[in-house]
Structure formats: C-alpha cells, structure tokens
C-alpha cells in the first residue's frame, strides 16, 4: 500500500524567526528512528487500498498523546486518523518489540546504569466495571478497584522502566516479580509485597543481590530495632519507583485505563512507559558533563 507524505518529520512545528531545539526534539534526537521505522512497516502493508499514514508518523503521534494527555478524539483531530493503527500494534505484539527496542537504544546511550532494580506494581482503574478482563481488588485503607495493575521494573539509578508485565488488578504483585526481573539487575528492592524464598532465590539466580524488607525477627528490643532499621533503608530507595507511577497518572493520563480489554491496556502502559523513558532519558543525558 502506498504511503501518504507529510512533509514533516520532526515532534514539534518550527518556531518563529529561526529553529529552536525543544523537549519533543531532544527526545527525538535520542533514537534512530528508521530501525523504529523496519518494525513498524508491516502495518497497512497491503498494496491494494487507499494511501496510508506513515506507521512511524502516527507512533509519534501516539506519543504525542501521551505527552500531552490526549484522548483519542483529540489526536484524531490533530493528525485526522482512525484507531485502526492502535489496533494494528496490538493485534501484531508489536507494543512489546517497540518497547524492547528502544529501550536496547536507550541503554546504549548509557542512561541504564543497572547497578539496582527497583520492583513494584500499580492498579489503574479499568474504561468499565463491565470489561470481563478486569478484576475487582480490595486495599485495606483504600476502596476497591475494578481495573489492571502495571508491574513494572525500574533502573534504581536511573528511573528509566526496563520491564513491565500487565495483569488483572487480582494478581498478587510477588507472584510478578520473575517475570519483569531483568537480567543483571544488580541490588534488587520490593516492598513487602515480594519477600518469599522462591523470589529470593530467583533474585540470586540471575546474579542480583536482593534487597527485601523483613517482617519479623525473634532477639528482643536490639533485634527489633535493627529489622526497623533495615526496613526503613530499603524503604527509602524502593520509593522511588512511586515517583514513576506518580508521573503517569498526574502527567500523563494512565489514571484509569482508556480501552477495554487486557492487550489493549498493556499497549497504553507500553506506550506511557516508553514515552516516560524517552524524557527521563533526555533529562538524563543533559545532566552528563560534556
């Protein structure tokens, strides 16, 4: 199938009275795009039809959309185009391999220290409590949710997502953690949620050192006090990947899923996280010394 021409290939419009580099082109700057481009030319591959958008200029456009928390009849007011092409990136997998694939770019630019590995999982609130693929899950202090969770894995230096698995929000997190543990994940830190001997194991298999806190201890008050100590170490550098959560939810939309169904929510997630990597990358990079 033929493709249109868009005549522009850059994230944002040029400025008046000359070119100034903004946040949209250093992340864009941070990628070879045409390796982006093989991946996606499969789609609307077709030779018979009506002329198609570029795959890659509509990917973009779905990061657009995260960026700027756009619903999809606001992007299609933008770029004038159907959901057919969300539906192409589930039905072919293909969010997984873009997410794979530029997070491999990403690393070798040198913004995965992988020194630590932070793990832990979200519960965002399904499109309807009528989607047969969500779960319903109970928080002591919280009210119920109907909706999915993120499992995600973090570089604990950083911050940039290496891994991330989505569930029904009934899965318990622990039960996750050797599907997004990557490897060499270095000094590994979860929350409570993940303390058993078959992750502790796990974490020791693939060379990581695990960093989990504790729930009890026998040995009186000095004992007591230095299982808080412990806790409260690993607690101040496994927070950090909330500051992560915090940034999809607050800044980019992910508050409750958009669509209905378990692929299509791990596309938005896929999509949120790699357009999260792309700036926390940039902001990264920016701070390296010439």
Known sequence: MARRRIGQEEFRFPAEGGRRSSALDEASALLDWSGIDRLLAPIYAAE???????????????????????????????????????R???????????????????????VVVRTGTLIDATVIASASVSDPEAQWVGHRRKAPVHGFKAHVAADGEGGIVRAIEVTPANVHDGKMLESVLPQEPGDVYADLAYVGDANRQHILATGGRPFLPARGTWGGEAALRRLETW????????????????????SYGLRRARYRGLARFGLQVRLTALAYNLRRAATILKSVPA
């Open 48 to 86: 018979k039809g009506e002329r198609a958008w570029p795959p890659l200029a509509l990917f973009k456009a779905l990061l657009l959309a995260v960026w700027y928390d756009l619903s999809d009849v606001k992007l299609a007011e933008a770029v004038d185009d159907r959901a057919s092409f969300r």
């Open 88 to 110: 192409e990136l589930v039905k072919r997998g293909l969010d997984r391999i873009l997410f794979d694939a530029v997070g491999d770019q990403l690393a070798a630019r040198g």
């Open 231 to 250: 806790n409260r170490q690993v607690g101040m550098i496994r927070r950090r990947v909330e500051k992560i959560f915090g940034t999809w939810k607050r």
